[in-house]
């Protein structure tokens, strides 16, 4: 009878070790078994691909000096006075000059600079909106004057990303019809290089007032009851040039 019981007791702490082994490997398994991860849709419209931002952006110019000239070249002058009507239109601050000093070139950036004032206050450049200072040029050659403001660009990309394989290859995403990352990048960056005004794109204009000298005429031919039409004539008398008979 003790035998027996011995023999029961010894199945029973098999059966037990057994079941705790059993145990342990499935803790294990599931330690190393790693659920699928959801595929990453990226958006369908490429404007949500690749959105065109409003960022802060320069515009600069350089004036190149040089020890035997002083003041400024034609052509310097009508850089300088484009510089100047942008920045009305387009500036978001002040006007920063970075001028050359302690080289040969220094009577010529002195003589450039009264120049450049010069525009400046005759573009309507107030005074105040013009900051200067002075930089130890590295070199001799090629010391240029630096001026620059600062303005609101759009700009969209980068471009060129490929972060999925056009396919075949397995996987749902390549089994759907879907544009493809890169697609419209270039377009985005492209229209985001030719907007005139960046603020466009989040607020319209104000309305400018209407044209009254038409408007008046237009008036005027309504209330005595005329066709408020233009008249266009002579547009229809063209000839073919005989050059080349």
């Not at 070790?17 to 699928?36: D, E, F, H, K, S």
């Not at 990453?40 to 404007?47: G, K, M």
């Not at 949500?48 to 931002?53: D, E, G, L, Q």
């Given at each position: 009878?003790?035998?027996?019981?011995?023999?029961?007791?010894?199945?029973?702490?098999?059966?037990?070790?057994?079941?705790?082994?059993?145990?342990?490997?499935?803790?294990?398994?599931?330690?190393?078994?790693?659920?699928?991860?959801?595929?990453?849709?990226?958006?369908?419209?490429?404007?949500?691909?690749?959105?065109?931002?409003?960022?802060?952006?320069?515009?600069?110019?350089?004036?190149?000096?040089?020890?035997?000239?002083?003041?400024?070249?034609?052509?310097?002058?009508?850089?300088?006075?484009?510089?100047?009507?942008?920045?009305?239109?387009?500036?978001t601050g002040g006007i920063v000059i970075d001028v050359p000093w302690g080289g040969p070139t220094d009577r010529a950036a002195v003589d450039s600079m009264r120049e450049i004032h010069s525009i400046f206050v005759a573009s309507g450049v107030p005074q105040g909106a013009v900051y200067v200072r002075r930089f130890k040029p590295e070199r001799a050659g090629l010391v240029s004057i630096r001026i620059n403001y600062s303005k609101l660009t759009a700009q969209a990309g980068p471009c060129g990303l490929w972060p999925k394989d056009l396919g075949p290859a397995a996987g749902k995403q390549y089994l759907e019809n879907r544009e493809y990352w890169n697609l419209g990048c270039a377009t985005q960056h492209n229209l985001a290089a030719e907007i005139d005004n960046p603020s466009d794109l989040v607020q319209p204009r104000v309305e400018q007032p209407a044209y009254e000298p038409r408007r008046a005429v237009m008036l005027d031919k309504y209330t005595k009851g005329k066709s408020t039409a233009g008249a266009y004539t002579g547009y229809d008398k063209g000839k073919i040039s005989d050059l080349g008979k």
């Open positions: 009878m003790t035998a027996k019981r011995s023999a029961i007791g010894g199945c029973r702490g098999r059966a037990a070790l057994r079941l705790i082994g059993t145990g342990w490997l499935a803790v294990m398994l599931a330690g190393c078994y790693q659920a699928p991860q959801a595929e990453d849709h990226y958006p369908v419209d490429y404007r949500t691909r690749h959105p065109i931002s409003l960022q802060e952006g320069e515009r600069s110019i350089k004036i190149f000096l040089s020890r035997n000239r002083g003041g400024l070249t034609a052509a310097q002058r009508a850089d300088v006075l484009a510089f100047a009507q942008q920045w009305r239109r387009e500036a």
